[in-house]
């Protein structure tokens, strides 16, 4: 311990005597300690860390799937029957499959919040105690409309200012009365948006249809059963589920996945993608400081043979060079913690919000600890290469004490130093393939055209809050509305929608086309969409055929339906269905008219197949929840205050929420690659920092070594552009070295992007050949300064030179 002391003690003395290089190592080893420590946080987070659920292993999702579909939602009497039957799950409870907007009214300003509906047992599924009051018990299905809520914590925290008292207090949710019985100790964003919960009302007569999917499930399992087990179990009572019910359930059964895996959805390839980069970032940077260790490590050669003479053993003087080594690593390591931080920051800020537990990203005990396993590891990493090489020292310790300063010339053989320059070129390569690759996917994303025009077009949501009115009530306040808005200054056109494209809402619904023969429980199924006729001018709707709805589709008019050129190719076989009947499950209208065509625009993501959709006349069909889209003549947000007020006139009970730009909606529902391809793109750029810096020291070093060699070929008759040539070479082929592997680690690497590229084949040549050739001017003016330094070396001095 004694020794070991007094290493670090002349380990501090070395980097203070040099802060050039100290200062240096230290930064570059800080940035990728830094990059690698932030984006851990985030893995960590929303991958390592268990649920905040007691044992989360035992927790299962389960979607309904069918031929057509794997991610279909669950009915109510099927849910019950699964309910009834599970005999491996200590709790099986539901959740509506999207949570939805609620208002609530009766204080000062009437407010929409997320609200969703869930079995009586789901908390107690989670194991999730509430704070205050009490859960929902069996009792509280059993009417046609919830009558007690309990309140999520944040809703809690805002709006009932954490007051204790609220439990047993009533509040208005959609014009009824219902009475808090509890309050949430968090809120769930990752299963849910919700802020008020309610419990499912199981007799209301819409819960006994088969065909009415709109749950999910989210059951425990008893210990000791695996997921096997219970996926066979569950899929044994679907079978049941079907021979007792052939007209409905024929086919259907349950997608079964853990709970874990359904929280995180599709983010895993990406943050692991992401964690991997940074990993290659952090080996640039230990790489680069390598070959500042060996450079360093090089001038000190008779140090290390004199320190032989006296004694010293092999050993020893490589102890000595990794607590060197360790010193700048653990240095580099303090600073990377505090880049980490502010990294983990701005990490949250830029991160979209279908992240899955955005919220939860924070730098933590268990960080900190990877932050200093990291920082021991890169001082192991980059300090042992050159530990071993200068430990030899001992083998030619008189012809090193004989040496003078020609005698380093032999740093042109610098074999090691090669080596990590051509692994920098490599990664680099690599890593600006991979993001180059990310960012051209995520520019032709934001390029596709979505069907529609967005610009100069603002939406908002609105839910009717009285759920009492009729529906006579509900068609009245709908056109008074959309006149109010219509008649707005700057407004150009006005509609509703029941579901906004890319927003994330979603809604379709099987049917069939009259005439037709289909096998029992077989049917077509297409997107449905609620309209009002002011929708197509708004959105800048494409009608191709037919014509669009009209103020003449009205309650009492005949049933029309307008269907996307999709439903025409998949249902039709691209002939025209115009005059076609269909017949829609739960339409109020037992046929329908095909009236028009219009084109497919892309609904629930940019990169997604075109779907079939049908647009069907709000007047004949009201939902309770509907979008306003409103076409400005000017900038859409100057709007917004006016179509607030337009609600307010039409009715002070009504709210809207979520008001933005078209632009806006899209821009966020392409956020999550956005966010994959910036990370990507910057690790990828400082990597080329990184390797051009490392490059560069090697060359320029390596002229500085062989100064003397130099003079002597330029006193035998070498002119300067021989030399500069030589010193070029040197590089570019060290370069060239490093582009061939990183090529060939790009195409290893490429499976894995597969699955996060759209538009662009992983083995895209373009993006190859251009960041090769990005890559190699880099590597040309890095190497080139060194040339031209060389080029300038005075042959009477460089003579003279020790």
Known sequence: ????????????????????????????????????TAIFSVVNSVLLRPLPFPAQEQLIYANGKF???????????????????ARNFQQ???IGYLDSVSNLTGREMPEQVRSQIVSWNFFDALAIPPALGRSFVAADEKESEPRVAILGYGIWQRDFGGDPAVIGQRMDLDGKRVTIVGVLPVDLPSLSLAEVWQPLPMDNPGMNVRQA???????????????ETARSELDNIASQIGAQNPNTNEGWSLRVIPLSEFVVGSTRTALWLLLGAVTFLLLIACSNVANL??????????????????????????????????????????????????????????APASLPRVNEIQVNLGVLAFTAGVSLFSGILFGLGPAIRF????????????????????????????????????????????????IKSFW?????????????????????????RTREQKLAFYRDLEQRVSATPGVEAAGSISELPLSGQFGDNPFHVLGRTYPPNQFDDADFRQVTPGLQKALGLALLSGRWLNQNDGENAPGVVVVNEQLVRNIFDGKNPLGQLLQIDGDPFKTREIVGIVATIKHGALDEDPRAAMYVPLAQYPPPDMNIVVRATGNPLLLAASIREAVSAADKGEAISAVRSMDDVIGASVAQPRFSAQLLGLFAALALV??????????????TQRTHEIGIRMALGAAPADIRRMVLGRGMRLALAGAVIGVLTALGLGRLLTGLLFGVSATDPASYIVVTFMLTIVAFAASYLPARRAMRVDPLVALRYE
């Open 293 to 350: 260790t060996l450079a360093r490590a090089t001038a000190r050669r008779k140090e290390f043979a004199i320190r032989t003479a006296l004694g010293a053993g092999r050993w020893r003087i490589a102890r000595q060079m990794l607590t060197e080594s360790l010193v700048l690593s653990l240095t580099g390591g303090i600073f990377g913690f505090l880049i980490a931080v502010w990294g983990v920051a701005a990490l949250r800020a830029l």
């Open 1 to 36: 311990m004694g020794t070991m002391y007094q290493d670090v003690r002349y380990a501090l003395r070395t980097m203070a005597k040099r802060p050039a290089f100290s200062v240096l190592a230290v930064m570059t080893l800080a940035l990728g300690i830094g990059a690698n």
């Open 391 to 438: 430990s030899r020292a001992s083998r030619g310790m008189e012809e090193t004490l004989r040496e003078s300063g020609r005698g380093l010339g032999r740093a042109g053989r610098n074999y090691l130093g090669s080596a990590l320059v051509i692994g920098e070129v490599a990664l680099s390569l690599a890593l600006l393939l991979s993001g180059g690759l990310l």
């Open 690 to 703: 990184l390797a051009a810096v490392g490059l560069y020291g090697l060359v320029a070093y390596t002229v």
């Open 92 to 94: 099986f409870a539901a």
């Open 67 to 85: 031929a057509l579909s794997d991610q279909a939602a669950v009915s109510p009497p099927d849910f019950e029957d699964y309910r009834a039957r």
């Open 444 to 468: 032709r994303l934001i390029h596709v055209n979505p069907g529609f025009r967005s610009d100069h077009v603002l939406t908002a949501t609105l839910h009717i809050a009285n759920s009492s």
């Open 213 to 227: 999917h709109f749950l999910a499930a989210i059951a425990r399992m008893k210990p000791g059963v695996g997921l």
